[in-house]
Nanobody, 127 residues
Framework: QVQLVESGGGLVQAGGSLKLSCAHS????????MGWFRQAPGKEREFVTL???????FYADSVKGRFTISRDNAKGTVYLQMNSLKPEDTAVYYC?????????????????????WGQGTQVTVSS
């Protein structure tokens, strides 16, 4: 069983920055694909970004150029640096892991591809 704990959410003005962290409890972090999703009120959970165990990175078009995902295998932690935040980025942000699932096509953009989820952290961007 893997536990994921997010932190770093909060309230920020448009144009500001936040950095989210997600701590992975297991000993398999270095061989795990890690990602972030978000869910705004009344909307479906949507893919934000993925970093594979080998370092490949994918972003949703809506955050490309503004968000950066990174990982620290020694600390068992994945990060999401969010810059130039917009009100439409307001959502609960979830960390997820998918073990070493092979990345084929864009299946990783579907929540069902992922195995474990964190509890989420709220990000609110005011205009």
């Amino acid at each position: 069983q893997v536990q994921l704990v997010e932190s770093g959410g909060g309230l920020v003005q448009a144009g500001g920055s936040l950095k989210l962290s997600c701590a992975h409890s297991g000993r398999t972090f270095s061989s795990a694909n890690m990602g972030w999703f978000r869910q705004a009120p009344g909307k479906e959970r949507e893919f934000v970004t993925l970093i594979s165990w080998s370092g490949n990175i994918f972003y949703a078009d809506s955050v490309k150029g503004r968000f950066t995902i990174s990982r620290d295998n020694a600390k068992g932690t994945v990060y999401l640096q969010m810059n130039s935040l917009k009100p439409e980025d307001t959502a609960v942000y979830y960390c997820a892991t998918a073990g070493r699932n092979p990345i084929t096509g864009t299946y990783y953009q579907q929540p069902r591809w992922w195995s474990y989820w964190g509890q989420g952290t709220q990000v609110t961007v005011s205009s």
